[in-house]
């Protein structure tokens, strides 16, 4: 794809907006908005030619050649590895080095990096990153280049087919405008993605092993199918599927099967939250494999400030996802009615309607509860219950007879039907709160 693509950034014009305003994304789109969705009638103009080529022939020729070129095993081993050296590139390079600056390659690991990225034939670091960082500060917004609000197709291909319909938001790249790795790869952008993306992949089974045609059909053109669709995947499928594990504000989720098909990139989730750190996974169990890399590279010296978000803010993250799952789990139950909810009576009102025949009216704690419903449930027998009508069994109830469990006083909770006039004696105590609710999740501002 174009290095060049989609507008070019001078050194002024980010130094003018550096300045952004507070409501940047609204303010943006008020002074620019973006261009009508894409039409046919101009198709010509509005399609962007070098992405659609690549990506539209790639998949073709990699599939009609397959059916004309036997697989020999050392290219489909050779091919397995080079998808993983231009996958790291990106994954490793691309994306955690450079767009993040989540660790710091040595010199030697940047050009290796800078050479296997442009072996997956997705633009230059400067373009790439310039767009990903983008993502990250407008997740979900028009400015986000591949908007995954805008559609699974729209997220994973279609912002590469056609021209923006608006540029990305600002982001600050002018650490890579000074980059010397950034700056040699851009200026042998075509070059390089020419020899490592179809000539060594070509050449080293046929040189090798005399597999030139298996090299080019399955190492460099299916490959490149292969590397292309696992980035996407990460713009796409990991912005879709998935779990919110530490938080559910924006769309990125975490899910093995992304982590599998994008090297390691799958924990998105995580990723969105801390994109500083050198991990996307943080359990040793997860498929991270560009982390053990990175972590491979420091062993040898080749890579060395690996980053890592405190542990105590990305635990935070976690246990606040926990409690809102476990407030709508709260939220699905049936509480008791509190006592400003009920009716206030008086303790000659409570004799007199304790005499009801169809009521049982007891007092525990300053509530009055009607027991009628629960005198055949009652695992202490019928008359046991029904010789306190009318009477205060606080004490009975915790312990003077039979020292109820938390279920139990949860359960006659429920049977509230009034508050007894000064008989909130016991409102300081534990006893007038139902042990299921001394825990509870509440909102700040309820
Ligand atoms: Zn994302
Ligand atoms: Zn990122």
């Excluded at 290219?75 to 990106?90: C, D, E, K, P, R």
């Excluded at 940047?110 to 373009?127: D, V």
């Excluded at 009607?370 to 606080?394: S, V």
Aim: with cysteine; proline share 6%.
């Amino acid at each position: 794809m174009s290095s060049e693509h989609p507008q070019k950034e001078t050194h002024h014009q980010q130094h003018d907006k550096s300045s952004v305003p507070d409501n940047y994304v609204t303010h943006t789109l008020k002074q620019h908005p973006p261009l009508p969705p894409f039409q046919w009638r101009n198709w010509r103009t509005e399609i962007t030619w070098i992405p659609l080529v690549l990506l539209v022939s790639t998949p073709l020729i990699a599939a009609i050649g397959a059916c004309y070129t036997p697989l020999r095993w050392q290219t489909a081993l050779f091919s397995v590895f080079y998808y993983y050296v231009t996958g790291m590139g990106i994954t490793a390079g691309y994306h955690r080095q450079w767009s993040h600056r989540s660790y710091t390659a040595a010199l030697p690991l940047q050009y290796a990096l800078a050479m296997a990225g442009a072996g997956a034939c997705q633009g230059s670091i400067k373009w790439w990153s310039r767009n990903h960082r983008a993502h990250h500060r407008y997740t979900d917004t028009p400015l986000d280049p591949y908007n995954a609000t805008d559609g699974f197709y729209h997220s994973h291909i279609g912002w590469l087919l056609v021209k923006p319909r608006i540029k990305p938001g600002f982001a600050d790249i002018q650490d890579l405008s000074k980059d010397e790795v950034v700056r040699w790869q851009l200026r042998w952008y075509l070059t390089l993605t020419l020899v490592m993306g179809f000539a060594l992949p070509t050449a080293v089974p046929w040189l090798a092993w005399g597999d030139a045609q298996g090299g080019y059909v399955y190492a460099a053109v299916m490959r490149l199918v292969f590397v292309h669709h696992s980035t996407f995947c990460v713009n796409s499928l990991a912005h879709w599927l998935g779990a919110a594990s530490f938080d559910d504000k924006h769309s990125p989720r975490d899910h093995l099967l992304t982590a599998l098909v994008s090297i390691g990139e799958g924990y998105h989730n995580f990723h969105h939250q801390f994109p500083a750190d050198y991990r996307n996974a943080i359990h040793w169990y997860q498929y991270d494999p560009t982390k053990w890399f990175i972590a491979a590279c420091e062993a040898l010296g080749l890579a060395h400030q690996l980053r890592r978000f405190g542990e105590n803010e990305v635990r935070k993250g976690a246990w606040s996802m926990k409690v809102k799952e476990m407030r709508r789990e709260q939220e699905g139950l049936v509480w008791p009615s509190a006592s400003e909810e009920l009716p206030v009576v008086g303790w000659e009102e409570f004799q007199e309607q304790a005499r009801t025949p169809a009521r049982t009216l007891v007092l525990v704690a300053g509530f009055i509860h009607d027991l009628a419903p629960f005198l055949d449930a009652h695992p202490g027998g019928r008359a046991l219950l029904a010789t306190m009508a009318g009477k205060d069994a606080t004490t009975a109830f915790f312990g003077g007879i039979y020292d109820h469990s938390n279920a139990a006083h949860n359960l006659l909770a429920m049977h509230r039907v009034a508050v007894l006039h000064g008989g909130c004696a016991h409102a300081a105590d534990e006893k007038f709160v139902p042990p299921a609710q001394r825990l509870r999740i509440v909102c700040h501002d309820e």
